[in-house]
Nanobody, 121 residues
Framework: QVQLVESGGGSVQAGGSLRLSCVAS????????MNWYRQAPGKQRELVAT???????NYADSVKGRFTISRDNAKKTVYLQMNSLKPEDTAVYYC???????????????WGQGTQVTVSS
């Protein structure tokens, strides 16, 4: 079965940095875009950053200049480097990707389990 597994979350003081990783595993044939979402308490889930299969990136206005998304296709991994963290960045972060697997032979969207990021002021 296809799985996305995040790592790298934790607690950090304002101004600090964290690097999140998300590894896709399973009988994967292809991965299109890879994405990071986040959801803070009492807030809607929002798209933080995306990266296409060709490496093109887009960011939410709130994180531009501070976060960087990247991917390693050979490792089937997407990263989110988060610098200059603010308390407003506190949220559960989720990776997400449309994936074609041998089991389905069709595009399906998969989500990671989420990882908590807490930024203290």
């Amino acid at each position: 079965q296809v799985q996305l597994v995040e790592s790298g979350g934790g607690s950090v003081q304002a101004g600090g940095s964290l690097r999140l990783s998300c590894v896709a595993s399973g009988t994967i044939l292809s991965i299109n875009a890879m994405n990071w979402y986040r959801q803070a308490p009492g807030k809607q889930r929002e798209l933080v950053a995306t990266i296409s299969s060709g490496g093109s990136t887009n960011y939410a206005d709130s994180v531009k200049g501070r976060f960087t998304i990247s991917r390693d296709n050979a490792k089937k991994t997407v990263y989110l480097q988060m610098n200059s963290l603010k308390p407003e960045d506190t949220a559960v972060y989720y990776c997400n990707a449309p994936i074609v697997s041998r089991a389905t032979m069709a595009v399906r969207t998969y989500w990671g389990q989420g990882t908590q990021v807490t930024v203290s002021s």
